[in-house]
């Protein structure tokens, strides 16, 4: 039987780098995304009321009408409105766009949104900011471990995210419970966060669907495709689903961390017991390979695209 590991994040612990506390916290964190690609972090950044307004504010904005909806458009692919997917009727998105300067100022970048919209977007971005730190700490504790912290300047000047946010309403009756279709994220890094209803199932290395419940003040934090073609796979990056099964409707939102550039796996992955798996490749353009129709269905998109034996 497994159980997802669940890592204290909170301000308790003082994570400092370099701190005891820090250095644990670090093995334990990389540990787990090797062996699960996933774990569940603790974090108490986000102030309980931010929290409750950000959800307050999702389920405004998925109970606008339609023709407002649609209006949220981006010329990159995965960060408009999705909604009314034939396959998977119960998941609507919508996808906002941000950048992390370095002075800590966050502004999203492209958003085509109808004004009017201003507090919706204030209460994001001040989420997203605090949970962008989050996703700092895990990237620069996982450069650290593999002892590449060389590379994390560079790293975090190509770091671009999408924030999606999701409604999956409850089924009714003689409807199918899924929520969302299983894959594996095509990001480095996710956070994933949800108002108090469950449903998502990750996989193990061995096949086993494993059920994740959370506290409000729980994020679930993944490795996804582009993390295990940069490690070499050392990362895993898991396959998994949303499922519905209480009555009430759930949100979540997700934070992909994204590069604008190349990754290439650092050479210290590679030894002979090691070989290289995969080429350096355009992170965005995997993203418009992986949006092609006849690619949707590749068991691993990453290898086809640019794994070595491909
Ligand atoms: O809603 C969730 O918890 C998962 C969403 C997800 O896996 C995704 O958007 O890639
Ligand atoms: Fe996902």
Same mark, same amino acid.
């Given at each position: 039987m497994h159980k997802l590991p669940t890592i204290d994040f909170t301000n308790k612990r003082n994570l400092n780098p370099g701190s005891t506390s820090w250095l644990t916290t670090s093995i334990e964190a990389t540990r787990a995304l090797e062996q699960y690609g996933c774990f569940i972090a603790e974090y108490d950044q986000v102030p309980l009321d931010l929290n409750n307004a950000v959800f307050q504010a999702l389920q405004d904005l998925f109970d606008l009408p339609i023709?407002?909806? @649609?209006?949220? /458009?981006?010329? /990159?692919? %995965?960060?408009?409105? @999705?909604? $009314?997917?034939?396959?998977?009727?119960?998941?609507?998105? *919508?996808?906002?766009?941000?950048?992390?300067?370095?002075?800590?100022?966050?502004?999203?970048?492209?958003?085509m949104w109808p004004h009017g919209n201003k507090a919706f977007r204030a209460t994001l971005l001040a989420y997203n900011g605090l949970v962008a730190k989050l996703e700092e700490m895990v990237t620069r504790m996982v450069f650290e471990s593999y002892g590449v912290?060389?590379?994390?300047?560079?790293?975090?000047? *190509? @770091?671009?995210?999408?924030?999606?946010?999701?409604?999956?309403?409850?089924?009714?009756?003689?409807?199918?419970? *899924?929520?969302? @279709?299983?894959?594996?994220? /095509?990001?480095?890094?996710?956070?994933?966060?949800?108002? $108090?209803?469950?449903?998502?199932?990750? /996989?193990?290395r061995d096949g086993e669907w494993l059920t994740v419940n959370l506290l409000p003040t729980s994020y679930i934090v993944m490795s996804g495709d582009a993390a295990m073609a940069w490690s070499n796979e050392r990362l895993y990056s898991p396959y998994h689903r949303v499922t519905m099964n209480?009555?009430?409707?759930?949100?979540?939102?997700? $934070?992909?961390?994204? %590069?604008?550039?190349?990754?290439?796996?650092?050479?210290?992955?590679?030894?002979?017991?090691?070989? %290289? $798996?995969?080429?350096?490749?355009?992170h965005l353009k995997y993203l418009d390979f992986y949006n092609k129709e006849e690619n949707r269905k590749l068991e691993c998109a990453i290898r086809t695209y640019c794994g070595v034996l491909e």
């Amino acid at each position: 039987m497994h159980k997802l590991p669940t890592i204290d994040f909170t301000n308790k612990r003082n994570l400092n780098p370099g701190s005891t506390s820090w250095l644990t916290t670090s093995i334990e964190a990389t540990r787990a995304l090797e062996q699960y690609g996933c774990f569940i972090a603790e974090y108490d950044q986000v102030p309980l009321d931010l929290n409750n307004a950000v959800f307050q504010a999702l389920q405004d904005l998925f109970d606008l009408p339609i023709e407002t909806k @649609v209006q949220n /458009k981006s010329r /990159k692919p %995965l960060y408009g409105y @999705v909604g $009314q997917i034939p396959f998977i009727p119960l998941y609507e998105s *919508m996808g906002f766009d941000y950048s992390n300067t370095h002075d800590g100022v966050r502004s999203f970048t492209d958003v085509m949104w109808p004004h009017g919209n201003k507090a919706f977007r204030a209460t994001l971005l001040a989420y997203n900011g605090l949970v962008a730190k989050l996703e700092e700490m895990v990237t620069r504790m996982v450069f650290e471990s593999y002892g590449v912290e060389k590379h994390l300047d560079a790293h975090r000047n *190509m @770091v671009t995210y999408l924030c999606r946010c999701m409604k999956y309403r409850r089924p009714e009756k003689n409807e199918t419970n *899924m929520g969302f @279709v299983a894959h594996t994220d /095509k990001d480095f890094i996710t956070i994933l966060h949800q108002n $108090q209803v469950d449903g998502l199932e990750v /996989k193990a290395r061995d096949g086993e669907w494993l059920t994740v419940n959370l506290l409000p003040t729980s994020y679930i934090v993944m490795s996804g495709d582009a993390a295990m073609a940069w490690s070499n796979e050392r990362l895993y990056s898991p396959y998994h689903r949303v499922t519905m099964n209480g009555n009430a409707s759930r949100y979540s939102i997700a $934070q992909f961390s994204f %590069l604008e550039g190349i990754i290439e796996t650092p050479e210290e992955f590679v030894d002979e017991e090691h070989p %290289l $798996q995969f080429k350096p490749f355009d992170h965005l353009k995997y993203l418009d390979f992986y949006n092609k129709e006849e690619n949707r269905k590749l068991e691993c998109a990453i290898r086809t695209y640019c794994g070595v034996l491909e």
